[in-house]
Every structure is written in C-alpha cells, then in structure tokens.
C-alpha cells in the first residue's frame, strides 16, 4: 500500500480538541447539564435545584464546558443564564440516543 492511500489523521490541535470535547460528554453531571441546556437556557440555581447537586459543583462545571466552547453564559442584570453555545451538541445528542436505541433493540 502506498502512502497516498493511507487516511490522512487529523492534526495535533484537532486531535486535542475532539478529545476535550468527548471528556466533557464524558460527566455524568456534564451530559445533565448539557442535556437541560439543550431544552432552555438556566442559571446556576436552577441546574443546580433541577440536578440536584450544589452551585458550586455546578459553577465548575460550567467552566469546564465553556473551556471546550460547549456552552455560554448571557448576563441578565445580575443573574446569568447559561446556554448551549451551538445546535450541534443537540446532533450529537440526538446521534448518540440513536445509537443506543439501535443497539439495545
């Protein structure tokens, strides 16, 4: 087999960023808040009551996923409500839960 047959890997950054990507789906606590962000933006208070969990195990969590660009927070006066940065974390969702479904049947 020649070389120019081979599949060509993706570079180091990209390599680095999907795999960053995949450990923040890879919390339990992460794939919840994901999840409910998927629904409608929350603040803090209302994952945390919905998730049950504290604001701070929140809080930290949130940073981790708005350091992989999985989510944002938009200030409204002194409350921030958080939000899925794009539709694509539904499609991988929607893609996963497929998966699953199709595996257990």
Do not use: C, W
């Not at 499609?91 to 199709?102: A, K, M, P």
Request: charged share 25%; no cysteine.
């Amino acid at each position: 087999m020649t070389k120019s047959n081979n599949p060509q890997l993706p570079s180091f950054l990209e390599l680095e960023k999907s795999v960053q990507l995949f450990k923040a789906f890879g919390d339990q606590t992460r794939y919840k808040i994901l999840f409910l962000l998927a629904e409608k933006s929350l603040s803090v208070n209302e994952l945390a009551d919905i998730i049950g969990i504290s604001q701070s195990a929140i809080s930290h969590q949130l940073k981790l996923l708005r350091q992989t660009g999985l989510v944002r927070g938009l200030r409204a006066g002194q409350k921030i409500n958080y939000q899925l940065s794009d539709r694509h974390v539904i499609t991988i969702f929607n893609q996963v839960r497929e998966h699953i479904r199709e595996k257990n049947t």
